[in-house]
């Protein structure tokens, strides 16, 4: 570690990931964990590979105790190597005394620099690694792709020193696909802060102001699903199940937020054939989620696998009733008709059903809603989140 400009009991943390600026899970935790560490022997900095819509982001980046340092100028294009040989300058004038990362490419690139550099890497295991079900529904995801993406993670991962999981399954895919030892994964849980969810809904759109913007009548049953436009996220199999839910609620509305992806066009192309599109509102990316998650009657997570799926604990945390898909590890966090309500994954008919149930039982919703705040205050807070995050740091500096 170089004392230049610092105290020679501080570490330097040098978090690296692929940006700040799309509000995906990845980036929301690393925000949020930056705001609840507590250890002021900890010194934190961010470089990034991207500037998706960054702007949207700086507010939230620039309102936490760590340094930006974007890695090329806004706009540019860059290869794998520019983005590895643009962190190893970073990583050499900074001197950082832990690298923690997230997502593929930055992970990539954090690896290489730190075994490069003989810097210590802790990398964040956010969804599953290389299981067939990424293949369904995906024409861009291939098994050889999946093959040759696995081969270069066993290679590069053996110099990393830790990894942290975000559940149980994860911690398990990448132990079978990579061969990653279950003793060098750290199950730690994302984390919510849920009195700050309850202010930024507090001071959203109301449900009235909702139904101007997107003109629907604000006496519907409303159902909300968020999430990028990926066939991870099942909204394909949602929207399947409307005309179901319509015919036993006709007033219903479903509000799809979310940033447009590769299974867009496949959306609106369901929607038109199943005749269900005026009753859609696909409203694009939005930075008011927890004010949406109050305005719905339902929100559902209809998502094919996850890592653990920030806005589900969202939604918990801010007493939503919670419909999402029977996988692991979202059926570790929902106990079916106590603290949400669980379908089978791909299946419309269940979604249907169960969905329409809980439409038509505002005691039911109100109880399972208490009931997942509950869950998030015992098991999924913020604050412990990065505690835990803090330990892992101060273990995998004793022990070089």
């Not at 925000?31 to 560490?37: K, M, T, V, W």
């Not at 190893?88 to 075994?115: E, K, N, T």
């Not at 792709?145 to 990393?160: E, F, N, P, Q, S």
């Not at 750290?186 to 802060?193: A, E, Q, W």
């Given at each position: 570690m170089s004392d230049q400009g610092r105290s020679s009991q501080t570490d330097v943390v040098l978090h690296v990931i692929n940006s700040l600026g799309i509000s995906g899970g990845a980036e929301q935790q690393?925000?949020?964990?930056?705001?609840?560490?507590?250890?002021?022997?900890?010194?934190?900095?961010?470089?990034?590979?991207?500037?998706?819509?960054?702007?949207?982001?700086?507010?939230?980046?620039?309102?936490?105790?760590?340094?930006?340092?974007?890695?090329?100028?806004?706009?540019?294009?860059?290869?794998?190597?520019?983005?590895?040989?643009?962190?190893?300058?970073?990583?050499?004038?900074?001197?950082?005394?832990?690298?923690?990362?997230?997502?593929?490419?930055?992970?990539?690139?954090?690896?290489?620099?730190?075994?490069?550099?003989?810097?210590?890497?802790?990398?964040?295991?956010?969804?599953?690694?290389?299981?067939?079900?990424?293949?369904?529904?995906?024409?861009?995801?291939?098994?050889?792709?999946?093959?040759?993406?696995?081969?270069?993670?066993?290679?590069?991962?053996?110099?990393?020193?830790?990894?942290?999981?975000?559940?149980?399954?994860?911690?398990?895919?990448?132990?079978?696909?990579?061969?990653?030892?279950?003793?060098?994964?750290?199950?730690?849980?994302?984390?919510?802060?849920?009195?700050?969810?309850?202010?930024?809904?507090?001071?959203?759109?109301?449900?009235?102001?909702?139904?101007?913007?997107?003109?629907?009548?604000?006496?519907?049953?409303?159902?909300?699903?968020?999430?990028?436009?990926?066939?991870?996220?099942?909204q394909r199999y949602l929207i399947e199940a409307l005309p179901e839910i319509l015919s036993a609620e006709p007033s219903t509305v479903l509000l799809v937020a979310g940033r447009p992806g590769s299974a867009s066009e496949g959306l609106t192309e369901t929607a038109n054939r199943f005749g269900v599109e005026p009753a859609i509102r696909f409203m694009g990316r939005r930075t008011d989620v927890a004010a949406l998650i109050r305005a719905a009657d339902v929100f559902v997570f209809p998502s094919l696998y996850e890592g653990l799926g920030v806005s589900l604990l969202e939604a918990l945390a801010l007493g939503a009733a919670v419909a999402a898909s029977d996988v692991e590890p979202l059926n570790e966090v929902i106990v079916d008709g106590i603290n949400g309500r669980l379908f089978r994954s791909r299946d419309p008919d269940d979604i249907a059903s169960v969905v329409t149930d809980l439409l038509a039982s505002t005691d039911q919703r109100n109880r399972l809603g208490k009931e997942g705040q509950v869950t998030i205050s015992e098991t999924y807070t913020a604050v412990v989140a990065a505690h835990r995050l803090e330990d892992l740091y101060r273990d995998v500096l004793k022990a070089i």
């Open positions: 690393l925000i949020s964990n930056l705001r609840h560490f507590s250890d002021s022997l900890f010194e934190h900095h961010i470089a990034y590979l991207y500037d998706y819509d960054f702007e949207n982001r700086t507010s939230e980046a620039n309102d936490v105790a760590a340094s930006i340092l974007p890695l090329f100028p806004p706009g540019s294009k860059h290869s794998r190597p520019q983005a590895i040989s643009r962190l190893g300058r970073v990583v050499r004038d900074l001197q950082p005394d832990l690298i923690h990362c997230s997502l593929a490419d930055a992970s990539l690139a954090a690896r290489i620099v730190g075994w490069r550099q003989r810097i210590p890497v802790v990398e964040s295991l956010v969804n599953i690694a290389h299981d067939p079900v990424r293949l369904i529904d995906s024409p861009y995801v291939t098994a050889w792709k999946l093959y040759a993406h696995r081969g270069v993670d066993r290679i590069t991962m053996r110099r990393v020193e830790a990894f942290h999981a975000l559940s149980n399954v994860v911690a398990r895919s990448w132990h079978e696909s990579v061969g990653i030892d279950l003793d060098r994964i750290h199950v730690i849980p994302r984390g919510v802060d849920a009195a700050g969810l309850l202010a930024q809904a507090a001071s959203g759109p109301t449900r009235q102001e909702l139904a101007d913007e997107f003109r629907f009548d604000p006496n519907s049953k409303v159902i909300l699903s968020v999430g990028r436009h990926e066939p991870q996220k099942g």
